[in-house]
């Protein structure tokens, strides 16, 4: 058991490696893993070597067990929602798109925005009625607002600028929902946001994220909203999904969702 530990623990260092490199965020839960992973196999092969050494005390070892069948199930029930929303089919026919925002580098979309935008711009071709907020403010080191950036995609991609709305202020996905609602309110001066909050909105983000966004929208009052998943890297597939979880847990703690 202990080899397969330090196995295991291995694996998420050499991970956690490749992601630093790569100056991916949040990728320390990886190295807390492999900690966490080498202090269990290596008291696990003390004790096989020392029978009468030092132990766990039976309460200790009680309380770290339930808490540990606790983060599994908590963790296995949030990323089967995660997963069913990234299996999620677009509604037809929807009357807006929300493509949220994802950070630019200096003018040019992240690979992340990038798969969003690919699929903004297909259901956008698709669906001639639909127009789109195009969410996201200027973030450091990013030349322009996502916003922008997004603009420039979709009218090169031959999206003609009369269905694109911009909304350049927010810096979370929360600020997304908020401010775009504001936006297509203002777009049509003869109705309230209120009235805007029940049309037919599509969430365009990479798939992991979908999940968390529409209950984010549904807590701010969305009530047809719909998930539009886009790809996302297929490398990090995983640490975007281990990440997602607790992004989720965050947003329940603070009352988000």
């Not at 949040?26 to 290596?42: K, T």
């Not at 949030?78 to 929303?85: F, L, P």
């Not at 990038?114 to 711009?121: F, I, V």
Request: proline share 2%; charged share 20%.
């Amino acid at each position: 058991m202990s080899g397969i530990l330090f196995a295991a623990g291995s694996i998420c260092l050499l991970y956690f490696l490749i992601l630093v490199l790569k100056h991916v965020d949040f990728c320390v839960i990886w190295l807390f893993g492999a900690a966490v992973l080498y202090i269990w196999g290596g008291y696990l092969r003390y004790r096989s070597l020392h029978p009468d050494g030092f132990s766990v005390p039976v309460w200790m070892s009680v309380i770290l067990g339930v808490v540990l069948a606790v983060g599994i199930l908590s963790f296995s029930v949030t990323e089967g929602k995660i997963i069913h929303g990234m299996t999620s089919e677009p509604e037809e026919e929807l009357d807006y798109l929300i493509v949220l925002g994802a950070q630019v580098k200096k003018t040019v979309p992240s690979k992340a925005l990038g798969l969003r935008l690919q699929k903004a711009c297909e259901y956008l071709k698709e669906h001639s009625q639909t127009k789109a907020v195009l969410s996201g403010g200027q973030g450091s080191g990013e030349e322009i607002a996502e916003a922008e950036c997004m603009y420039r995609y979709l009218t090169e991609h031959g999206i003609p600028e009369e269905r694109l709305l911009k909304e350049e202020c927010s810096t979370t996905t929360r600020e997304n929902l908020m401010y775009s609602a504001r936006v297509l309110a203002d777009s049509r001066q003869e109705v309230t946001t209120e009235t805007v909050l029940g049309s037919k909105i599509g969430l365009v983000s990479n798939n992991f994220h979908i999940y968390r966004a529409l209950l984010l929208a549904e807590k701010f009052g969305y009530r047809k909203v719909y998930g539009v998943p886009a790809a996302s890297d297929w490398k990090l597939q995983i640490h975007y999904m281990v990440r997602e979880y607790f992004a989720v847990l965050k947003a329940k703690i603070r009352g988000d969702i």
